[in-house]
T-cell receptor
Framework: DGGITQSPKYLFRKEGQNVTLSCEQN?????MYWYRQDPGQGLRLIYY???????QKGDIAEGYSVSREKKESFPLTVTSAQKNPTAFYLC?????????FGEGSRLTVL | GENVEQHPSTLSVQEGDSAVIKCTYS??????FPWYKQELGKGPQLIID?????GEKKDQRIAVTLNKTAKHFSLHITETQPEDSAVYFC??????????FGKGTRLHILP
């Protein structure tokens, strides 16, 4: 089936550790995105990529990093520099504007 | 940059009644306005969208209206059903590559 796969679904991390969230798509979409969702805050854009080997910062990129080495993959690393990393993270891909979202990854920092 | 405001944050309606969610945007260059529905524990899904060259679009019980002059757009759900209970997000974009979302409306359909 075509779609967006995020893993892991739940992740626990100790303070000071980096963690990488996986996002894979088989929709052959050029554009991919990472959003962060907090209660009452909506969806805030972290990073996005229009094409392989290129990406841009969104509105809340501090403390995060990404790579786009393959069209199908857009992993997000939450670094120890991110002050409030506990959140629900959503990956999406896009063709002609419509976003297709994965099921999300819930990160909890202990 | 673009800023999208969405109201109300929570909305409760009786089953069978209509629900209206309103959004405003700041960037007059925005030309694409999608609405997403998010059910518990899942990612959002597109339910309807509108581009700035039309004022209204309808799909069965769901309609979206756009007022470019006032920079606001609204989602209308008629004959609400229990399965309409979810969080709804409006969004705006002017380049199809950076979509900015509102903060969401939690819709409760009361029996």
């Amino acid at each position: 089936d075509g779609g967006i796969t995020q893993s892991p679904k739940y992740l626990f991390r100790k303070e000071g550790q980096n963690v990488t969230l996986s996002c894979e798509q088989n929709l052959n979409h050029d554009a991919m995105y990472w959003y962060r969702q907090d209660p009452g805050q909506g969806l805030r854009l972290i990073y996005y990529s229009q094409i392989v080997n290129d990406f841009q910062k969104g509105d809340i990129a501090e403390g995060y990093s990404v790579s786009r080495e393959k069209k199908e993959s857009f992993p997000l690393t939450v670094t120890s520099a991110q002050k409030n990393p506990t959140a629900f993270y959503l990956c999406a891909s896009s063709r002609t504007g419509e976003l297709f979202f994965g099921e999300g990854s819930r990160l909890t920092v202990l | 940059g673009e800023n999208v405001e969405q109201h109300p944050s929570t909305l409760s309606v009786q089953e069978g009644d209509s629900a209206v969610i309103k959004c405003t945007y700041s960037d007059s260059a925005s030309n694409y306005f999608p609405w997403y529905k998010q059910e518990l524990g899942k990612g959002p899904q597109l339910i309807i969208d509108i581009r700035s060259n039309v004022g209204e679009k309808k799909d069965q019980r769901i309609a979206v209206t756009l007022n470019k002059t006032a920079k606001h757009f609204s989602l209308h759900i008629t004959e609400t059903q229990p399965e309409d209970s979810a969080v709804y997000f409006c969004a705006a974009s002017h380049r199809d590559d950076k979509i900015i979302f509102g903060k969401g409306t939690r819709l409760h359909i009361l029996p």
